[in-house]
């Protein structure tokens, strides 16, 4: 086995390079996955993030894509690539507890939809990935598997809800993990985590099981540790689906070719139109982070095209998420709630009561107001291609802390109002992408979120990559992953106090 001269673990191969070494021969699908356990192995202990595994299930995947390769059958675009899956999407025969009390004992029998799609391509599920409670919030911490920790800093936050998909990413377990997101959820651990998490336009990765099938703010989406990886997840996970109402299938056929994602375009920064913005207008953003972006801004600029302070008009973004994410939650947890209150965790309670209060006035206005919001949006973007913010409002906070409950000494609205950043784009739908930029003044990773016109997908996954490989020649903002030798001998993360609490 021959690996490129930087990677001296094939654990910390991306995906398009395994894919590539095993195609060649050079890598086999079983050498990859004992590394990838391997790895697991060795620091699991300290981050918390697979929370559930069968390493001799995917071992003996990985032996029969060997053998499939060997009689020269088909190789599908994911061949004998490990993954990890959010405790969010059935895999047979590992369990499902979505974070909750309620499920710790349910162990489907089937793929769900996207977990079936991704193994037809020929990835290897390898275990489930932690979340907070029905991924409500953005610090990964639940009663059943307790706290996932960020790698690069045991003590802190490692972002929610995807949080364990990011950690696993980070620290080398696969080279591909599943995640969600409604209000930040794949692009807010990506930016603690320094990995990439990419949140498509509506529909473009089906949703089939989502309760509410006509509010499509919550959406699955890759995560890898570069944007061209995430491109080919998404050229998989994007598929034909008619049961989720805003997949538009013609004649079995998207109009997005999929297969595009798995080869970005090239992109011309120098030609692109890019807004910048540090708060959207509205979100709470701390000093910190400001500083840390304009930081980036100021290396990176002499790489882009034309560059203005400008961002889409967001009036009413607070009140329209607000609303909109208590009805899902009553429409999805209420019984729940009801039925065995004691068993679910104060994020949950907190929006079906809310979404309690809100009267069909109420949901009336914010349907109305998302409307007005989304055409402006649409015009905004007929004179900008690209807009550019920091990922996330805060630096990593001690894990401790639920959720930040002031900014730069003022106090936030609820547990999710500090993700403004990210459900600014949520609410109208369009792609966005986060990648990892520098570090903050902690040595913490630092994550920039580039988003596109709704629909352009490819159009932005082409712009972070090129702003990826800017960043990677920048000594100062090229991302480095977490110290796996200080990981190793750390001490096991269930003895921390507090480990199991969601309080």
């Known amino acids: ?180 997101d409604l209000g930040g959820s794949l692009r807010t651990p990506a930016a603690y985590c320094g990995v990439v998490g990419f949140r498509p336009s509506f529909g473009v990765v089906p949703g089939v099981t989502r309760a509410t099938g006509l509010l499509p703010q919550p959406t699955s989406g890759p995560m890898a540790r570069s ?91 607070d009140r329209i998420f607000a609303v909109l994410r208590a009805t899902m939650f009553l429409a999805s947890h209420a019984r729940f709630v009801d039925e065995t209150p004691e068993l679910v965790g104060p994020n949950v309670t907190e929006n079906v009561a809310e979404g309690r209060l809100h009267s069909a006035a109420d949901v009336a206005q914010a349907l109305e107001m998302q409307g007005a919001y989304h055409r402006r949006w649409q015009a905004f973007f007929e004179t900008c291609d690209i807009v550019i913010s920091p990922a996330v409002t805060v630096t990593p906070r001690d894990w401790h802390e639920m959720y930040p409950t002031e900014i730069n000494g ?21 792609p966005s992408v986060t990648i990892p930029c520098g570090r903050d003044d902690a040595g913490l990773p630092f994550g920039l979120q580039i988003v596109g016109r709704r629909h352009d997908d490819l159009g932005v996954l082409a712009a972070a990559a090129e702003l990826e490989a800017v960043i990677a020649g920048l000594s100062n903002l090229a991302p480095r992953g977490p110290d796996i030798a200080i990981l190793r001998q750390a001490s096991d993360l269930s003895g921390a106090e507090g480990f199991f609490s969601t309080q």
């Open 227 to 317: 944007v061209a990886d995430c491109g080919l997840m998404l050229s998989v996970m994007a598929r034909p689906d008619r049961r989720d109402p805003f997949t538009t299938v013609t004649d079995g056929r998207t109009p997005w070719n999929a297969a595009d994602f798995a080869r970005l375009p090239r992109q011309d920064l120098g030609a692109l139109r890019i807004g910048i913005t540090s708060d959207f207008g509205f979100a709470p953003t701390e000093a910190a982070t400001r500083d840390l972006f304009h930081t980036a801004l100021a290396a990176l600029e002499p790489f882009l095209g034309r560059v203005e302070e400008r961002a889409p008009d967001c009036t009413g973004a």
């Open 1 to 180: 086995m021959t690996l490129p001269h930087h990677a001296t673990d094939p654990a910390e191969l991306g995906a398009l390079e395994a894919r590539r070494l095993i195609a060649r021969r050079q890598l086999s699908a079983e050498d990859l996955a004992s590394a990838c356990i391997a790895r697991v192995e060795a620091v699991d202990h300290a981050v918390n993030a697979l929370v559930a595994s069968d390493f001799d299930r995917l071992l003996e995947g990985a032996r029969a894509a060997d053998a499939r390769q060997a009689k020269g059958e088909p190789l599908g675009p994911l061949h004998g690539l490990p993954i990890a899956v959010k405790d969010m999407n059935d895999v047979a025969g590992l369990p499902t507890t979505f974070g909750s009390e309620i499920f710790r004992d349910n162990v489907p029998t089937h793929d769900d939809a996207l977990v079936a799609g991704l193994r037809d391509a020929g990835a290897l599920p390898m275990g489930k990935t932690n979340n907070p409670e029905w991924s409500a919030g953005a610090n990964t911490r639940n009663r059943v598997y307790g706290t996932t920790a960020n790698p690069h800093d045991l003590t802190r936050n490692c972002g929610g809800s995807s949080g364990g998909s990011a950690v696993a990413l980070a620290c080398g377990y696969a080279p591909l993990t599943s995640g969600s």
């Open 410 to 430: 003022t106090p936030t609205q609820s547990y999710y109002h500090w993700l403004g950043l990210a459900y600014a784009s949520t609410i109208a739908g369009h």
